[in-house]
């Protein structure tokens, strides 16, 4: 919690979300704590953005929804990837990688 | 893609679900959330606002979540057209006037559109119709004549151009001992309602039936199918070919219950035994306009009806129109090129065949072809009633505008309470659109149903010689959609400027409801004004008009026509010699044996007979000059003289149709029955070629050596001079509408001239007698059939009187359309007057005005165009009704009942629409009024 905190750039979160869920299916809360735990709290989700986000990558068949039971037996909304989102992550993640590369670059050489 | 929609619809439809489970799953998140915090050791409560308000606004992210599932803009749409229902059930009235405005004129359209399209536009229903083409004979003063067999045969034969040539011949009637016949004695109502009598079928112990003759190849070249059995192949139509014949599938179904056995039956027609070999479709109309009972082989032709050998030999006895198809490449002046090539070798090889002139080629791919002719009505029927819808959307804007300007306040309550112009647009629209298609769903059935008023009751209900006509006119696909496309147009046409107006309105001025609204006034009013003077002129000319049209045609089964039409009744001797197998001699013994059967019956005067009875169609006329005059020569030039029209009678005649002697005498019996060289003319004539002298011993010259015959089988009268020896008193023996220029009396030898009439006086009425008449028929033979109307019902059969009438009641039909319509415009002008007008009335009564002037003040909206619209309507229709008086039958064209009347009731009809909601500015309270500033 005193850990510094990112904004998260735009368009990142779609890209963060579908990698999350590349893992295992997870539901909103988990995903939004998985990403926090695995940039060591740098980066921080806006709760009330996450969900949009999730029912708009739903709507465009990147990710799945289902009823599940979470690990304290409660019902949770559980997503995954589906083939197409599985393909999107591949691409979106060779962009970015793109995408930094050429910002280091830029950045190094200035 | 469709993954995508699935997902909008599931969300909009199963919105409640989806919303649940939204707030399940947010949920869920809060409680993980708060649970984490405290395992962190923080207390429940403290955990819970932390929860919340790391999460930031739920409901904001349950929008946003309802955005990113995309079904906002659908949401809205929802809830816009629920608004809109909802709006549009507060205001039934204003609901119910709209869509009945839309829906008349949506109707109109839509009728006249599928009349328009069934006749020029569809295709028939027949194999290549693009290609089908008709071909007619031309001859001088005939443009579309038929071909002699022998002519088909020999085009058929050589033409390169078109293929399958097939020809079709007229109707005859044909008689069965074989098929029963449902009762067709039974007019039909609407006949009735119209003031048409049809003439009564006095049947004998045989059934009569039409038949239609075609070419083995007939039903080849239009690609028919039978719906049972066969139809005909070339070989059946072969001279001495077994005879065959074909039932309509209309008779089959509902005489027969479609019975399957019919197909191999033998029956006899005319004397002859016929197989029927098959079958036609129901309602198959090949290329025809009204359905045959049978359709035979044109082989067949001399075995039945009035066919002899000649019809199938005689070049000059025209037989039937020829239909082929354009074979691939040849264009219409192609053919036409071919034909006239092939016209002129067959006029060199029979140079004695005077008819076969040239040749007219046309597309026969739709049902009518509309000519240059008909194009101004055609086009002036379309343009009146896209007028009419235009008017209908004119007065429905004009009504939204008046509402729009009621619904300022809302509109800026809720522009002020932030709602978006886009979307207040897209509900206006919404509204407007929802009026239009109800108007759409009111207008379709209504076009239907007037559709088979028009074309089906009234053409049935039509003379049959006038052609009725057998159109499939349910409204299909196309024409639905053309409906629901005219109302949707319609709707965002209309909806759109009350809807822009609307939203121009200032946030602040219409919350105020001040405004400056003066403006607004001065450039709407004018346009409005003109809308109504153009609605009231229209359809005053209507109005006045169709009453013109219907007080002339009543009054035409009132005029005198110079006989006694009461008491005579008109018997119509249907067969002849092949139908009843009878020689000559034993036709005119029977003819005698049936005027002596019914001169003998009581209440029966006299009897008599002649070449054509007068008012009842058949008109004849022959070229007449006086005796000094010299008849043409006959090197084809063209006969100047005047003409007269005639027919032959016997000596009694006169005295039987109550026609007074005014000079001279009439025939005696030897006269007549040798045609001696005498005639009796009416007044007009002899006023017409001896004004002033004595006409009795006078001479005319009538017709020439070889004159055309007037009728195929008739020869035309010739004498070159003929000695007057008595004038009668004019009589409308041609038009009922008016007296005869010219008539001329011939006798008429009982011996040798075959009519098929007799003429019957009576003491009472002579429709009493009628089954009287059918008792003494059955005696003299029973097998004879006689069609028998009282004169005065030949009335109704008159072209003039026909069109006289369907013309008053189609045009009153279209007037009251147009009335309703004019009166909404009024309504709709006077209402947002009020409306637009309640602070200034307000201020009025508050310095003291009363009712009665407020009244005034508002009237004067609509009275001022109603006026001038009432003034140009009845100028136009002085102008038009002028034109109409050869269908007045004697009615000043400027008839002061249908004028004045007319004017009066619709202008009082018009300040009516207004005085009702002018009646509301006089309940306006100046307190209210003034308290809205």
């Known amino acids: 919690m005193t850990a510094q905190r990112i904004d998260l750039p735009q368009g990142t979160l779609d890209l963060l979300i579908l990698r999350t869920l590349g893992l295992q299916p997870q539901h909103g809360w988990a995903i939004s704590e998985r990403i926090q735990q695995i940039s060591s709290d740098v980066l921080r989700v806006q709760q009330g953005s996450l969900y949009p986000a999730l029912h708009r990558l739903e709507r465009r068949g990147w990710i799945k929804a289902r009823w599940g039971t979470s690990d304290n037996n409660r019902r949770a909304k559980y997503y995954e990837l589906t083939k197409s989102g599985r393909r999107q992550l591949e691409a979106e993640k060779v962009a970015w990688d793109k995408l930094t590369a050429a910002v280091a670059q830029v950045l190094g050489t200035a | ?933």
């Open chain 2, 1 to 933: 893609m469709l993954r995508d929609l699935w997902f909008r619809v599931r969300a909009l439809f199963w919105r409640r679900s989806v919303e649940t489970e939204l707030d399940e799953e947010l949920r869920f998140h809060l409680e993980r959330q708060v649970e984490k915090y405290v395992q962190n050791g923080l207390s429940r409560e403290e955990s819970q606002q932390r929860a919340r308000v790391e999460f930031g606004g739920v409901e904001l992210a349950k929008e946003e979540c309802r955005d990113a599932r995309g079904v906002r803009y659908l949401e809205s749409l929802w809830q816009d057209l629920r608004f809109g229902l909802r709006m549009l059930r507060k205001s039934p009235g204003f609901t119910a006037t709209a869509v009945v405005a839309l829906a008349v004129g949506i109707g109109v359209n839509t009728t006249v559109f599928t009349a328009f399209d069934a006749i020029a536009l569809r295709p028939r229903q027949v194999k290549d119709p693009d290609h089908l083409v008709g071909v007619y004979r031309t001859a001088q003063g005939e443009s579309y004549g038929a071909f002699s067999y022998p002519d088909y045969i020999y085009y058929r034969d050589h033409t390169k151009t078109l293929s399958d040539l097939a020809m079709w011949s007229g109707e005859t009637n044909v008689t069965t001992p074989d098929l029963s016949v449902a009762s067709t004695e039974n007019l039909p109502r609407v006949a009735g309602a119209l003031g048409f009598h049809m003439p009564q079928l006095l049947k004998g112990g045989v059934q009569r039936l039409t038949c239609i003759f075609v070419s083995g190849n007939y039903f080849q070249l239009l690609g028919a199918q039978p719906a049972a059995g066969r139809l005909f192949l070339p070989e059946d139509d072969q001279l001495g070919a077994p005879p065959v014949a074909v039932l309509s599938g209309n008779f089959w179904q509902t005489q027969l219950h479609s019975n399957p056995d019919i197909v191999g039956a033998t029956i006899r027609l005319d004397h002859v035994a016929f197989t029927i070999v098959g079958v036609t479709p129901v309602d198959y109309l090949g290329t025809l306009s009204r359905m045959p009972v049978l359709w035979a082989p044109t082989a067949a032709r001399p075995l039945l009806g009035d066919g002899t050998r000649e019809t199938l030999t005689n070049r000059n006895v025209p037989s039937g129109i020829v239909y082929g198809h354009l074979k691939a490449g040849i264009s219409l002046p192609d053919a036409e090129a071919e034909w006239k090539v092939l016209a002129a070798q067959l006029r060199a090889g029979y140079p004695d065949v005077e008819r076969n002139t040239g040749v007219r080629i046309i597309s026969e791919r739709t049902f009518g072809e509309i000519d240059s002719e008909a194009w101004p009505i055609v086009a002036a029927t379309m343009g009146a009633v896209a007028l009419l819808l235009l008017i209908a959307c004119a007065n429905v804007a004009s009504l939204l505008l008046g509402r729009a300007a009621t619904r300022r306040r809302e509109i800026g309550v809720r522009l002020s309470l932030g709602a978006g112009r886009r979307r207040l647009l897209q509900q206006l629209l919404i509204e407007s659109t929802l009026i239009a298609l109800l108007a759409g769903a009111v207008g379709l059935p209504l076009a239907s149903w007037t559709l088979h008023l028009l074309v089906v009751k009234i053409t049935s209900a039509i003379p049959s010689y006038w052609g009725a006509i057998a159109l499939q006119v349910s409204p299909d696909i196309r024409i639905f959609g053309y409906t629901v496309l005219i109302s949707l147009l319609t709707g965002v046409a209309f909806g759109l400027t009350p809807a822009l107006q609307a939203l121009r309105t200032d946030v602040n001025s219409a919350l105020k409801d001040s405004g400056s609204m003066l403006g607004e006034r001065l450039s709407k009013s004018r346009l409005r004004d003109l809308l109504i003077v153009a609605q009231v002129a229209a359809c005053l000319v209507l109005l006045i008009n169709s009453t013109l049209l219907l007080r002339g045609s009543e009054r035409a089964l009132h005029v005198d026509p110079g006989f006694d039409s009461k008491h005579l009744a008109h018997l119509s001797l249907e067969m002849n010699g092949p139908q009843t197998g009878y020689s000559q001699e034993r036709l005119f013994q029977l003819k005698g044996q049936l005027m002596d059967e019914v001169g003998s019956l009581p209440g029966v005067i006299a009897v008599t007979q002649a070449s054509r009875a007068p008012i009842s169609g058949g008109n004849r006329f022959v070229p007449v000059g006086i005796d000094n005059a010299e008849p043409p020569s006959n090197n084809g030039s063209e006969d100047k003289r005047p003409t007269a029209g005639y027919s032959y009678v016997l000596p009694n005649y006169f005295k039987t149709l109550g026609i007074p002697i005014v000079e001279g005498r009439t025939f005696t019996k030897q006269e007549a029955d040798t045609e001696a060289p005498i005639v009796v003319i009416s007044e007009a004539t002899a006023r017409r070629f001896w004004r002033g002298q004595n006409p009795l011993g006078k001479r005319l010259v009538i017709g020439s050596v070889k004159g055309p015959a007037p009728y195929p089988g008739e020869t035309a009268p010739y004498s070159p001079g003929s000695e007057v020896i008595g004038v009668v008193r004019d009589a409308h023996s041609l038009f009922l509408g008016k007296v005869d220029e010219s008539y001329l009396y011939l006798p008429l030898s009982q011996t040798r001239h075959w009519t098929s009439m007799l003429l019957v006086r009576t003491e009472d009425a002579a429709s009493g007698l009628l089954p009287t008449f059918r008792s003494a028929v059955r005696r003299v033979d029973p097998n004879w059939f006689v069609v028998v109307a009282p004169l005065d019902w030949m009335v109704s059969l008159d072209p003039y009187f026909v069109i006289s009438r369907i013309g008053g009641i189609l045009s009153s039909i279209v007037g009251v359309l147009g009335l309703i319509l004019a009166c909404l415009g009024v309504y709709g002008v006077v209402g947002y007057s009020v409306v637009q007008r309640t602070h200034e009335i307000g201020i009025r009564m508050a310095l003291g005005a009363r009712p009665p002037q407020v009244l005034g003040l508002v009237l004067r909206e609509c009275t001022r165009p109603t006026l001038l619209g009432t003034a140009i309507g009845i100028a136009l229709s002085a102008a038009i009704s002028r034109l109409l008086s050869a269908l007045l039958f004697g009615l000043n064209p400027m008839d002061a009942i249908s004028f004045a009347g007319v004017s009066l009731l619709l202008a009082a009809v018009a300040l009516f629409a207004g005085w009702l909601p002018a009646r509301r500015a006089m309940r306006v309270d100046p307190l209210v009024a003034l308290r809205y500033e």
